[in-house]
């Protein structure tokens, strides 16, 4: 070991005052080495322990104890008014330090010695041993520096040219070392400082200890390497030239993706200060090097476990968060489901509890018919019935859900609508009879396919009052009752092919609007003769600018609101 020590002051002519913070950093670079040599010793001492080596173990016991014994000493020499640390000062302070220096000197050659004389410690012993005689070496250097302290007072940090041993290149980056428990916890610890001994010794201490490590040398590295991997705890060092590990921090818990990674910041700064700073932007912890290495342990087992509470806590949260959506949307396709059976206003009651029968003094049914369908049928497969008939009224759904009218129900080949429920119309009469003449049109349509069945629709309607509701408590359904209802199928029965038939009734609400064919008095199945019209079109004067604006107009003025959209074809219909 080369390093000696000086005695001799080499004062300035004019030495300026030290300051707080130029005090504070120089304790700092002093503090480094001292947490190299007692970090690396108490690891050779571990070694010598593990192999049976009691008196290398011994060896390894007293360097570390006379490391803490200087460092105390230092410590305390330079804790006070920052004006009281002349040159003068430093001087005695270097004569003071000589013999402590000499023999932490002796105690490092003595652990050489036993280190070379065994054979039981495994290789990295020896090159621990080695990062102890730099780090010596470096800390000699420092003390016989402190004659230069002054002149370089305007500096924040000591950058005094050191003669330092350089311990064999580690690398930059390790990763992934083998992981074991701590509680009931694993983890995966990034070290952050710019010192390459420091991450080594920390990289050590924890794979020792069976964490996961990986190392960055400056706090941009840190960052990226946070975003690309799983990271459980980081331990960030203060000082770093360039980007610190204050503004780390803050980068840290400004994060959304990264806030949640606890940070234990590590310094040789000593200022309580810093460590109150550091746990008001979100650090979890604040450890002063040299390390006590059965505190560095509790402190990072106790943080893991709070990260794994809190992240049991957050998967919790999201399982919740997706059992909550999945409830919800099951509740959405069951009401959505219920839509596709009742009415919307029914089903909101029926979800609620109870559905009262309702009265409507004035709606239009209707009843639609497939001409001589079971004839037609009698050669066709089971299958393609079911198949055409879902085709036809797939197509009648799209017309009700355009014109917003209620479908009630199929009964085999016929279809049944109403218009005016549960939401009260006045228009009803008309959006009924439009979505009468496009039912036609939608099965002409669908006529002209090939292999098409060749059905034709009859359709009959009627205005007034019914009593609609739900009964029964399985399978409910929605229906109507009343005779407007019985009067509806009549029109339907007593129609013809491809055409609307609708009642007198009807025929007074919608003749403004349409123009209708007088069939006289026609006799229905149950013996009553009632006066009949065909829908043959809308009027002509509606139309006859080629538009249904003239229609639109007579729609707003007769019902104070906007039309439903109307059919094309209807445009070019003939009267």
């Not at 009281?84 to 430093?90: D, G, N, R, S, V």
């Not at 003449?437 to 069945?453: I, S």
């Amino acid at each position: 070991m080369s390093a000696t020590l000086n005695g001799t002051a080499q004062e300035g002519a004019i030495a300026p005052p030290l300051t707080a913070a130029r005090l504070s950093a120089l304790r700092h670079d002093l503090r480094t080495p001292f947490n190299q040599i007692i970090g690396y010793t108490e690891m050779v001492g571990e070694d010598a322990e593990d192999c049976g080596d009691e008196p290398l173990n011994e060896l390894a016991l007293a360097v570390a104890a006379a490391a803490h014994g200087t460092l105390t000493l230092l410590t305390e020499a330079l804790a006070g008014d920052p004006e009281q640390i002349t040159p003068e000062y430093l001087a005695g302070m270097r004569m003071q330090v000589q013999e402590p220096l000499e023999a932490l000197r002796q105690r490092v050659a003595a652990l050489r010695a036993g280190v070379e004389g065994s054979s039981l410690v495994p290789a990295e012993t020896v090159g621990n041993l080695e990062h102890v005689e730099s780090a010596f070496g470096t800390l000699c250097s420092l003390v016989e520096a402190t004659s230069q302290w002054h002149r370089h007072s305007g500096e924040a940090t000591f950058s005094v040219a050191l003669p330092r041993v350089e311990a064999a290149v580690l690398p930059t980056v390790v990763v992934e070392a083998p992981v074991v428990q701590v509680g009931a916890q694993k983890g995966t610890i990034l070290i952050v400082d710019d010192h390459i001994e420091n991450r080594d010794l920390l990289r050590q201490r924890l794979d020792r200890e069976g964490f996961g490590t990986a190392v960055a040398a400056n706090g941009l590295d840190a960052l990226q390497m946070l975003e690309e991997q799983r990271i459980d705890l980081v331990l960030l060092d203060v000082l770093m030239p360039g980007m610190d590990g204050i503004e780390v921090l803050q980068r840290i818990k400004g994060s959304e993706t990264l806030k949640s990674i606890p940070v234990i910041m590590i310094s040789a700064l000593d200022e309580i200060e810093r460590v109150v700073q550091c746990i008001e932007m979100g650090a979890e912890d604040y450890l002063s090097k040299p390390f006590n290495p059965v505190l560095l342990r509790a402190r990072i087992g106790v943080t893991l476990e709070r990260k794994h509470l809190r992240d049991e806590e957050e998967h919790q949260r999201a399982e919740m968060k997706v059992m909550l959506a999945e409830l919800a949307q099951e509740r959405k396709n069951a009401h959505d489901l219920l839509l596709n059976i009742l009415p919307e206003k029914v089903a909101q009651d029926l979800q609620s509890g109870h559905s009262a029968p309702m009265y409507f003094e004035d709606c239009t049914i209707c009843f639609t018919d497939f001409v001589g369908f079971t004839l037609s049928t009698e050669n066709m497969a089971a299958e393609l019935v079911v198949e055409e008939l879902h085709t036809f009224f797939t197509a009648f759904d799209m017309v009700m859900e355009r014109y917003g009218l209620e479908k009630l129900k199929t009964i085999g080949d016929s279809y049944m609508f109403a218009s005016g429920l549960p939401k009260r119309h006045p228009a009803n009469p008309v959006n009924a009879v439009l979505a009468a003449l496009e039912l036609l049109h939608e099965t002409q349509r669908l006529g002209e396919r090939v292999d098409a069945p060749g059905w034709k629709l009859r359709i009959g309607l009627h205005t007034g009052p019914v009593i609609a509701g739900v009964v029964g408590i399985r399978k409910f359904a929605f229906d109507i009752w009343g005779d407007s209802v019985n009067f509806a199928s009549r029109m339907e029965s007593s129609g013809a092919p491809n055409c609307v038939n609708i009642s007198e009734r009807t025929y007074a609400r919608v003749k403004d609007f349409f123009q209708c064919e007088h069939r006289g008095k026609v006799m229905t199945k149950d013996k009553r003769e009632v006066d009949m019209y065909f829908v043959r079109g809308v009027q002509p004067q509606l139309v006859q600018d080629g538009t249904f604006s003239a229609f639109a107009k007579r729609y707003r003025l007769y019902f104070a609101e906007e039309p439903p959209s109307f059919p094309e074809f209807l445009l070019g219909a003939k009267g």
